[in-house]
């Protein structure tokens, strides 16, 4: 099966800064990337997400972008604000999760 | 507005004890999922469901079993409760297609097994 990694697990910037998650995947036909954010106590929502027939994608102040070659994928957040804080968690096809990444955005 | 309500929001339940999880979904979504999600560990399926009385293993289904008869229902049930099984259960449905949707999740059950 798929096997999703993801890096930082903790990651703590500056209100303002720009935060970057990576993520790779092991199933070379895996073609869909979701990103979710769980606040605390609350369930997980879909922030954004890319299939693999594009490179990058971008809404606002998030984009994601994802290289088929090397199997990775990253979601880039920027001008952080105190209400990004939350764990982010990529995924590959539909199931497949990373481990998460708990940001802090420090005002 | 996409809603997915769950049975409980906390449960304790004694080891040996059979559990059951309710989760109901109410935008006619074909596929629904249960996950477990563990510090460090993310989320893990544990059985998904294609459509009424179908159902497939996901990645960790020892010690768990579901149940689909009606379309918005998936039930998760642990014939018997372990320790190791204490956790948050999510579940989550999808709109069915050709193409990848947007998972819509549960509020979570957090399982407390003594």
């Known amino acids: 099966g798929e096997n999703v990694e993801q890096h930082p697990s903790t990651l703590s910037v500056q209100e303002g800064d720009s935060a970057v998650i990576k993520c790779t995947y092991s199933?070379?036909?895996?073609?869909?990337f979701p990103w979710y954010k769980q606040e605390l106590g609350k369930r997980p929502q879909l922030i954004i997400d890319?299939?693999?027939?594009?490179g990058e994608k971008k809404d606002q102040r998030i984009a994601v972008t994802l290289n088929k070659t090397a199997k990775h994928f990253s979601l880039h957040i920027t001008e952080t604000q105190p209400e990004d804080s939350a764990v982010y968690f990529c995924?590959?096809?539909?199931?497949?999760f990373g481990t998460g990444t708990s940001l802090t955005v420090i005002p | 507005d996409v809603k997915v309500t769950q049975s409980s929001r906390y449960l304790v339940k004694r080891t040996g004890e059979k559990v059951f999880l309710e989760c109901v979904q109410d935008?006619?979504?074909?596929?629904m999922f249960w996950y477990r999600q563990d510090p460090g560990l993310g989320l893990r399926l544990i059985y998904f469901?294609?459509?009424?009385?179908?159902?497939e293993k996901g990645d960790i289904p020892e010690g768990y079993s579901v149940s689909r008869e009606k379309k918005e229902r998936f039930s998760l049930i642990l014939e018997s409760a372990s320790t190791n099984q204490t956790s948050m259960y999510l579940c989550?449905?999808?709109?069915?297609?050709?193409?990848?949707?947007?998972?819509?999740f549960g509020p979570g059950t957090r399982l407390t097994v003594l």
């Open positions: 995924a590959a096809s539909q199931f497949y």
């Open positions: 199933d070379s036909a895996s073609n869909y």
């Open positions: 890319i299939r693999s027939n594009v």
């Open positions: 935008m006619d979504h074909e596929n």
């Open positions: 469901s294609y459509d009424v009385k179908m159902k």
């Open positions: 989550a449905s999808v709109r069915g297609g050709p193409s990848y949707n947007e998972q819509f």
